[in-house]
């Protein structure tokens, strides 16, 4: 677990996400409120994650921008898939923006591949929306 809250959750994620709507404190708090939900991190960077029938599913990953490129995000991924794995989780899930090249590079290095899309998936505040790559790994 952590202790970030709720409140620290949704401004690193603010912070993160410039390019579509960032999550609100009380989306999070109530993701947070369900026993399948976990989060780790901390107001750098964190992870929000949820484990079900052996399947854990990235939510949500954010690094402050003035953290960036300091290996918290890689940290982060391989923290949250290693207390995962302790909740009994077999496979990872995580879907991430077709034009994030850092997080697809950050993903694949972790030991995700691309297994599906959603087109036109994200919505921009600029331009038109952005298809979803679906990511999959063995976590065992």
């Known amino acids: 677990m952590t202790d970030l809250s709720a409140t620290e959750m949704a ?3 603010a912070a993160a996400f410039t390019q579509s709507r960032p999550w609100s404190a009380a989306e999070f708090a109530s993701l947070l409120d369900s026993p399948l939900t976990f989060a780790t991190g901390d107001a750098r960077a964190f992870a929000l994650v949820r484990v079900i029938a052996g399947e854990a599913e990235l939510l949500t990953i954010a690094t402050d921008p003035g953290f960036q490129r300091r290996g918290l995000g890689r940290a982060t991924m391989l923290d949250w898939q290693a207390k995962a794995r302790v909740r009994g989780a077999e496979t990872g899930f995580l879907e991430v923006a077709a034009d994030n090249l850092a997080a697809l590079k950050l993903y ?3 030991g995700f591949e691309i297994c599906g899309q959603r087109r036109g998936y994200y919505k921009r ?3 038109k929306p ?3 790559l679906l990511m999959r ?3 065992r």
């Open 130 to 132: 952005v298809d979803a």
């Open 137 to 139: 790994s063995d976590l």
């Open 11 to 13: 401004a690193t994620h």
């Open 108 to 110: 694949e290095s972790c």
């Open 125 to 127: 505040t600029q331009g």
